[in-house]
Each structure stands twice: as structure tokens, then as C-alpha cells.
């Protein structure tokens, strides 16, 4: 039988501590990541799938297979292989796998919005902020449901 694929949120501060924080589970094995910049008010959008690690054949992996920003602004210029379409500079980001995303979430900017099947929402949504980091880590529902 396989595993559903999606997302595990987590407050890090929680984690660390080793207080009890159980992690959201967001279904999906493709979602994108998207913020707008807190001082060039450009919005950034990146593009991740979630799959079973080759090797392991168990361990998900997160994948970032494609990125966009709108604009470009000091200190966040776009990669040199990037392409403008439509306003955006589109590229394949150069760091493809990762274990977890460490995201900060401040109350003096919007919150990053989580993007799966064709909806968008605040991070909000799924998991209320500490103003401190939130980790997206790739998961299955089989893994996080035997952590209860």
C-alpha cells in the first residue's frame, strides 16, 4: 500500500524544546511556496514536489523543480539563467533537494501562502504562527499518524 505524500508543518521553538507540537499534515505531492519580500514588496514563488527517495524507496524527499520572481530589486537579483516572461524571471533553482525549509514568520509581514490543488491559502491556515521559524519538512500521512 503506498503512503500519501504532502508536507509536515512544525513550530521549530516547539521542536527544540521538546514540547508536545503535533505536525500538520498538507496533503499534496506538489505545492508551492510563496512570499512576498518584506522591503521590495516583490512577490517570490517557489515550486517543490514531494517524492520517495530512490535509495530508499520510504524517505520523502523535497524537490524544488522551478522558481519564479517578479521583478527584481536590490539584493534579490534573479540567477543568471533566468528567463522574463510575462514580468516574472523564471528558473530552476540550484539547490534541488531538501530535508526541511526553515521559514520565519514575523508579524510584521504577510505571511507566506502554501499553494496545493490550485488553491492558495496563508500559512495561517494550516498553522498558526510563533513569530518564530516554521519547518516544512516532506512527509507521509503512514509516518506522521504513527508518531500519535
Not at 517524492?51 to 530508499?56: D, F
Not at 516572461?85 to 539547490?95: C, E, L, M, Q, V
Not at 501562502?113 to 516544512?136: F, K, N, V, Y
Request: aromatic letters at 6%; a negative charge.
Amino acid at each position: 500500500m503506498a503512503s500519501l505524500l504532502g508536507i509536515c508543518l512544525t513550530l521549530a521553538a516547539s521542536a527544540q524544546a521538546g514540547l508536545p507540537s503535533a505536525p500538520v499534515f498538507v496533503p499534496g505531492e506538489q505545492v508551492t511556496l510563496a512570499w512576498t519580500h518584506s522591503i521590495e514588496k516583490v512577490r517570490w514563488e517557489e515550486d517543490y514536489v514531494v517524492a520517495t527517495n530512490q535509495a530508499s524507496r520510504q524517505v520523502p524527499v523535497l524537490l524544488a523543480v522551478k522558481a519564479r520572481v517578479r521583478g527584481s530589486a536590490a539584493g534579490m537579483e534573479p540567477p543568471d539563467d533566468a528567463v522574463l516572461k510575462n514580468g516574472w524571471y523564471d528558473y530552476t533553482p540550484s539547490i534541488a533537494t531538501s530535508a526541511e525549509l526553515r521559514l520565519t514568520r514575523s508579524e510584521f509581514t504577510a505571511d507566506y501562502e502554501l499553494c496545493h490543488a490550485s488553491s492558495c491559502q496563508p500559512m495561517s491556515h494550516w498553522l498558526p504562527s510563533d513569530r518564530g521559524i516554521t519547518l516544512m519538512t516532506p512527509c507521509t500521512a503512514e509516518k506522521l499518524l504513527s508518531k500519535k
